[in-house]
């Protein structure tokens, strides 16, 4: 088993990226990540080297994001966070791309949950699509169908 330090380094980047895409708040989600590793040094024994240690991580923190979500009565708001996101210096620019990217969002909303979390690990979590099916208990081949019916949902979505 490797090093709690080592685990730490090698994997908070990409714990924090996967609950800044569920959370869209840089100050919740590294709340969350110190958290994760926080349960994940607690269980440790747990981990039975099925799958990758950053899945095991990223469960760990989505359960914990639910539980926040639950504690604090959480309804995340896609659109107010990303108004808040500054992008360019560029004035014409910033609104263009904010535009776009509000516009995109809204269509994401129209989604099921299961289909806008899997096209949120994919782009912005950056994760495959064997650790997404791993990550929401269903199989890699599921990941990539639901990501593909998404994409495709979203050029359908005025």
Not at 7 to 34: A, G, M, P, R, W
Not at 95 to 115: C, G, N, P, R
Request: charged letters at 35%; aromatic letters at 12%.
């Amino acid at each position: 088993m490797q090093d709690i330090e080592q685990i730490y380094i090698q994997y908070f980047t990409t714990v924090n990226k996967y609950l800044f895409c569920l959370t869209h708040n840089n100050d919740i989600s590294e709340e969350l990540t110190q958290e994760t590793f926080y349960k994940a040094v607690k269980k440790i024994d747990t981990y039975k080297g099925e799958c990758k240690m950053s899945v095991w991580l990223c469960e760990i923190a989505k359960n914990l994001w639910y539980d926040y979500c639950k504690k604090n009565k959480k309804n995340v708001s896609i659109e107010k966070e990303i108004l808040e996101i500054q992008t360019s210096n560029k004035p014409e620019e910033k609104v263009m791309f904010d535009e776009e990217k509000i516009s995109l969002y809204k269509k994401l909303q129209k989604l099921d949950e299961k289909t806008r979390e899997v096209i949120y690990l994919r782009i912005t979590g950056e994760l495959s699509f064997k650790e997404i099916g791993i990550i929401l208990n269903k199989t890699e081949n599921w990941a990539r169908v639901t990501f593909y019916r998404g994409k495709n949902q979203l050029k359908e979505v005025d």
